[in-house]
């Protein structure tokens, strides 16, 4: 028996109490519901009930009655119950790292199938209700500031190079220092912080988030697993599922995410948005910014 399943078993020890605990009223549906459970603790922390339905082949409607049998008022108590479980025993648990292949495999290939499989995920874990609610909050925000720490700099950094050409107040923090106390003094109303946060999760991240936290600044955050600290204080959180080869974060599924949530902002704001990014191009093709000077971006959104 390997670490990591001893390890469910003892995280699950309240959750498969409930359910050894109902086996005798469970029908035989709620019983293959259970034992999957049991089997698949990290899995089953980063699902929702359509999810474990599909996985174990029953119906949404069978789950939500499966937590009622075992005590839980509906599915998010369940869910959440499960979540503190495995955070608690183990904050590293959900990390998934691996080895590139022998030297007569070609290392290219263990990185791009790794970024593909990866950006699969992603894509399966992201419902178009919470993609389009980020998004529309987003565009209601009036300051936004983009928390890295010093992990998730480069991550940023990108998002807020194509933010500011479309939101006039975009503010970046890795460390609260002079500067984010500052700016936070004249940047409280309206403002709507993104937290960006990755194993193994930055402190300085998560300190900064609790601040913000604190003075009652939505968080939404952009993290690998429901299992991360971040998303204990965010009222929004999508996730982009991570796996290392050795030591290297990948990054397409959150680039791919945050390109996405930048396209969908400027579709659902698309006047207000043209306008301002026509003005970015006219003072970019007036400056010396670039060789090549003869493309202006604007005229494909005419």
């Not at 299992?227 to 991570?242: D, F, G, R």
């Not at 290392?244 to 207000?272: G, Q, T």
């Not at 990014?277 to 604007?298: A, C, G, I, P, R």
Request: proline share 4%; charged share 20%; glycine share 4%.
């Amino acid at each position: 028996m390997s670490t990591s399943f001893d390890a469910g078993e003892i995280l699950m020890e309240t959750v498969n109490k409930k359910i050894m605990e109902a086996i005798p009223s469970l029908t035989n549906k709620q019983v293959a519901i259970g034992k999957y459970i049991c089997s698949h603790i990290y899995d089953v922390a980063l699902m929702n009930a359509a999810k474990i339905a599909k996985e174990v082949g029953v119906s949404e409607a069978t789950i939500t009655r499966f937590v009622y049998a075992i005590g839980y008022n509906n599915f998010s108590d369940f869910q959440m119950d499960v979540r503190r479980q495995v955070q608690k025993a183990s904050p590293y648990s959900p990390l998934r790292q691996t080895a590139p292949h022998g030297s007569n495999f070609p290392v290219y290939q263990d990185v791009f199938t790794l970024e593909k499989t990866l950006l699969d995920e992603t894509l399966s874990a992201i419902t178009p209700a919470d993609f389009d609610k980020f998004v529309a909050t987003l565009i209601d925000a009036e300051n936004l500031i983009l928390v890295g720490g010093p992990t998730q700099h480069y991550i940023v950094e990108y998002f807020a190079d194509y933010l500011s050409i479309i939101k006039k107040s975009v503010h970046i923090v890795h460390q609260k220092n002079m500067r984010f106390y500052g700016e936070l003094g004249f940047h409280e109303e309206k403002t709507v912080a993104v937290a960006f946060s990755y194993p193994r999760y930055p402190q300085e991240a998560l300190r900064i988030v609790e601040t913000l936290y604190e003075r009652g600044i939505p968080i939404l955050a952009v993290t690998d697993s429901q299992v991360s600290p971040v998303v204990k204080y965010a009222s929004q959180t999508l996730i982009t599922p991570l796996q290392y080869i050795l030591f290297v974060e990948p990054a397409s599924s959150v680039f791919a995410l945050l390109h996405a949530v930048l396209i969908e902002m400027y579709r659902n704001d698309e006047k207000n948005i043209k306008q301002k990014f026509k003005k970015y191009e006219s003072l970019v093709l007036e400056s010396d910014m670039f060789e090549f000077k003869d493309y202006d971006f604007t005229v494909k959104l005419d």
